[in-house]
């Protein structure tokens, strides 16, 4: 999916129990031309019928709701194995560790805090309806050192078979994408173009069926293929 490229607007699902927060979030959105919102739920089991009915390219999700928590719900849309399904951007209150992790796991491409800017919302929502995963450098830092920490994040054994269809470059690649590095810091470590980095980012994440860079990072991490310092 990669709603910026084609002839049509991004399309949104709004989901927060506050009607006040949904309604500001539309005014925000609505400015822009290549955006467009086409439905609201105000709880997690409503945006879950929502999101299979409308499918929309993006569905903006609020943490804490009544019926069917944001998270819960999260991965009940990503996981319902539609390789064009919506991307999932996580917007709360809560600066959480928990929330933050649990968010990714359960397939989110994002995670922004309801204190941004307009700007930020909308830059999030064209970020993530293109494919490319909320990786603001923050918050990749705060994943990577998360693992980075001794004790703070389990990692497993060296999982070999994880990445058995990776060839040695794509290999390369995740490692250093999991280390933090942007297309253009590989570029110069590999000796290779930004556009040959993204072609193998992009092949990467098609093989071991990841969404999203930030998702690359805990895939890397979890099945010990980067070690914490290492």
Do not use: C, W
Not at 46 to 64: H, N, S
Not at 79 to 101: E, H, K, Q, S, W
Not at 113 to 134: C, M, W, Y
Not at 210 to 215: G, M, N, P, S
């Amino acid at each position: 999916m990669n709603a910026l490229v084609s002839d049509r607007p991004v399309r949104v699902l709004l989901v927060d129990d506050q009607h006040l927060v949904r309604s500001g979030f539309r005014v925000i959105l609505e400015v822009e031309e290549d955006i467009e919102v086409v439905g609201e739920a105000a709880d997690g089991e409503r945006a879950v019928a929502m999101a299979a009915a409308l499918r929309p390219d993006v569905v903006l999700m609020d943490v804490e709701m009544p019926v069917l928590d944001g998270l819960a719900a999260t991965g009940r849309i990503t996981g319902a194995g539609d390789p064009d399904g919506p991307a999932v951007l996580i917007l709360t209150t809560f600066d959480r560790d928990d929330y933050l992790f649990a968010a990714l796991r359960a397939g989110a491409s994002g995670f922004l805090l309801k204190n941004g800017t307009p700007e930020d919302l909308i830059e999030a929502v064209r970020v993530v309806a293109r494919g490319d995963g909320l990786i603001a450098p923050a918050l990749t830092r705060r994943v990577i050192s998360t693992f980075a920490r001794p004790g703070a994040a389990p990692t497993g054994p060296r999982n070999e078979a994880a990445t058995a269809e990776l060839t040695p470059r794509e290999r390369e690649v995740l490692a250093l994408v999991a280390r933090g590095s942007s297309n253009a810091e590989i570029a110069a470590v590999l000796h290779v173009g930004e556009a040959t980095v993204k072609t193998h980012v992009s092949r990467v994440l098609a093989k071991l069926g990841l969404r999203d860079r930030v998702q690359a990072v805990i895939f890397a991490y979890e099945h010990g293929l980067v070690r914490p310092g290492g």
